[in-house]
């Protein structure tokens, strides 16, 4: 990891050059109303962020991977939602079934389209899992900690030199020469010992600058 921003207390937001990519839960909790949410920063930290990115002219770049990550959470939320109100233990499939249950499922997903197809300058990146990649993910699974979305989207930034914006701890776990931007303080405690530590010295990990 190359840089670590505290999105809570950034001193200068970044120039319009950097553009920005977004993990799935970030999606959710900026774009979905009904997304559980267990962190204050959930509900407002990263959302007002997302807002003052577009509002600043940055570019944000969405993956189809992590669309279709992000509306299959939706789906699944959406049947444990109706089963905790009726009661129910339905599966999944069962749940498709139910022609009201996929009207709202699909006025969910069409609406948080709407709003991502309307910010300005946004790249909805067709996502192409080559079998390297796959391979590359499988071969070092046990020294990087992040699961296979995770690990395309640090890729993808590396190659395409982007910023991620998330707040998933496992980003820390890895050696991707990218800049994160989070509000997660394990994250940011973690950087700000690494940046102390003398065997990390000459790394950039202040999660202030």
């Not at 120039?15 to 959930?42: E, G």
């Not at 009207?103 to 079998?131: C, F, M, N, Y």
């Not at 973690?190 to 999660?207: F, L, Q, R, T, V």
């Amino acid at each position: 990891m190359r840089k670590i921003y505290d999105i809570t207390n950034l001193q200068a937001f970044p120039d319009k050059s950097v553009t920005f990519a977004l993990d799935t839960h970030i999606l959710l909790w900026t774009f979905y109303s009904r997304c559980a949410i267990t962190k204050a920063c959930q509900r407002a930290t990263y959302p007002e962020f997302i807002k003052k990115v577009i509002s600043n002219g940055n570019r944000l770049v969405v993956t189809t991977l992590h669309l279709n990550e992000m509306l299959h959470f939706i789906e699944k939320n959406e049947c444990d939602i109706y089963n905790n109100l009726k009661g129910t233990r339905l599966s999944l499939k069962k749940f498709r079934r139910l022609p009201e249950q996929r009207l709202l499922v699909q006025h969910e997903i069409t609406l948080i389209l709407k709003q991502l197809a309307s910010i300005p300058g946004i790249d909805i990146h067709a996502s192409t899992i080559r079998p390297a990649i796959i391979d590359a993910f499988a071969q070092t699974y046990a020294s990087h900690g992040c699961d296979f979305f995770d690990y395309y989207l640090l890729d993808l930034c590396e190659h395409s030199r982007l910023a991620v914006v998330s707040d998933d701890v496992d980003f820390i776990c890895n050696h991707s020469e990218i800049d994160l931007f989070t509000a997660n303080t394990q994250i940011l405690l973690k950087a700000a010992e690494s940046a102390h530590d003398p065997c990390n010295a000459g790394a950039d990990a202040n999660p202030h600058t």
